[in-house]
């Protein structure tokens, strides 16, 4: 059995579509789809339904695709094994605040795991990197930036609080409130400029960097925050979320990269965040 054709499968099934299989393993189109195609006639089953909108596994493809990814694996770890060892890459990239601990250590993973021996640094963006994950609103003069994340912001807050009665909460709703402040925070700062705007003042019991102590902060009903609508903080058992009916907040976040001198070893994860952004957009 091909290998490549393997290796075209994944790409195929992880990306959703040919065009996203073609990217990522940097070929044509119908290199991946005369593949796939060799693949089901050697197989003797269909492994994709095609839609207009891209593909969808069938059950076969299901049941092929951890097979698939054990052998790929094999033999990249045959191939490492035997590789005559060469100097880490080093990457410096830079993280801002908030980009939330499930998600970001999923990309690292794969980015790490994808990337050819990295040697990776996690700094401040205010530092000096080779890119940054941070928001568009961040963008420096000269900096290219592929998308990967679009976040919508909720207010928080704690289980049982009567303004989780309503559907939404005005800003109004907000005067005299006790509130969790975060900073920086591109967000946060909107909403302060609303908040001004409206004449409403909050009451800030405390001021943090992190959205993690923030949710416990507001889990343990010291106060109400900002925060944006991750899964995990959706399901937060002492945390209840409600939209802002006056001010729908959000922010894209990104990879901000230099638009003419881009490090070749910088490509694996901006291919992730291409996959990241276009699986957003089919949904």
């Not at 099934?13 to 990217?23: D, F, K, P, T, V």
């Not at 909403?191 to 001021?207: F, H, I, K, M």
Request: proline share 8%.
């Amino acid at each position: 059995m091909d290998v490549r054709s393997l290796r075209y499968f994944i790409a195929a099934y992880e990306g959703g579509s040919i065009s996203a299989a073609a990217r990522r393993c940097h070929v044509a189109q119908p290199s991946i789809s005369t593949a796939l195609i060799q693949l089901e006639e050697r197989l003797g089953t269909p492994l994709f339904e095609r839609h207009r909108r891209g593909i969808t596994p069938t059950e076969e493809g299901h049941r092929l695709y951890p097979l698939a990814r054990q052998v790929s694996e094999d033999l990249d770890a045959i191939s490492r094994l035997f590789r005559t060892p060469a100097p880490p890459t080093p990457v410096r990239l830079g993280l801002m605040r908030s980009l939330g601990a499930n998600r970001m250590t999923a990309l690292l993973k794969e980015y790490i795991g994808q990337g050819d021996n990295l040697a990776l640094t996690l700094v401040n963006p205010e530092e000096r990197c080779d890119a940054r994950i941070i928001g568009e609103q961040d963008l420096s003069p000269g900096e290219a930036f592929q998308p990967i994340w679009h976040d919508s912001y909720r207010l928080a807050l704690p289980s049982g609080h009567p303004l989780g009665l309503k559907g939404t909460v005005s800003l109004s709703d907000l005067d005299g409130l006790p509130f969790i402040w975060r900073h920086p925070c591109a967000a946060m700062q909107q909403l302060a400029t609303a908040l001004s705007d409206a004449g409403v003042r909050c009451q800030v019991r405390a001021r943090l960097r992190t959205i993690e102590y923030t949710l416990g902060l507001v889990a343990a009903g010291v106060g109400a925050s900002l925060v944006p609508a991750w899964p995990e903080i959706l399901s937060h058992p002492d945390v209840q979320s409600r939209p802002l009916a006056e001010l729908d907040i959000r922010q894209t976040i990104g990879v901000a990269y230099p638009a003419r001198q881009a490090m070749p070893a910088l490509e694996p994860l901006l291919q992730l965040g291409r996959a990241a952004w276009e699986t957003r957009e089919r949904s």
